[in-house]
């Protein structure tokens, strides 16, 4: 136990070099609606990231796709806001579209 105290209590020391982007649906006190599109069951969320990143060149970042993504949602049937977390750096770095 006296060990696991002083694991707890050790001050982090350097800069964070996490390399991740989040895209989720929704806000934390919003729902993440599920819906059906085209005959499919579907969230509402993949649904329209999926069109938007058709929509977009392959030099887009990850801010612009969450841009497009914004475009749609949220909505009056899906009042859920997509929310897009990283640095920076991260929020802008070019994506690279499989094809």
């Not at 649906?25 to 993440?32: A, I, L, P, R, T």
Request: proline fraction near 5%; hydrophobic fraction near 35%; include cysteine.
């Amino acid at each position: 136990m006296k060990r696991a105290r002083r694991v707890e209590n050790i001050t982090a020391r350097g800069k964070i070099r996490a390399a991740a982007v989040l895209l989720s649906g929704c806000k934390d006190e919003e729902y993440s609606y599920d819906a059906w599109f085209n005959e499919r069951p579907n969230g509402a969320f993949t649904y329209v990231a999926l069109q938007a990143l058709k929509a977009l060149p392959g030099t887009a970042t990850y801010k612009d796709w969450h841009k497009e993504i914004r475009k749609t949602l949220p909505n009056v049937r899906y009042p859920q806001t997509p929310q897009l977390s990283g640095s920076q750096n991260q929020r802008y770095k070019w994506r690279v579209l499989a094809e």
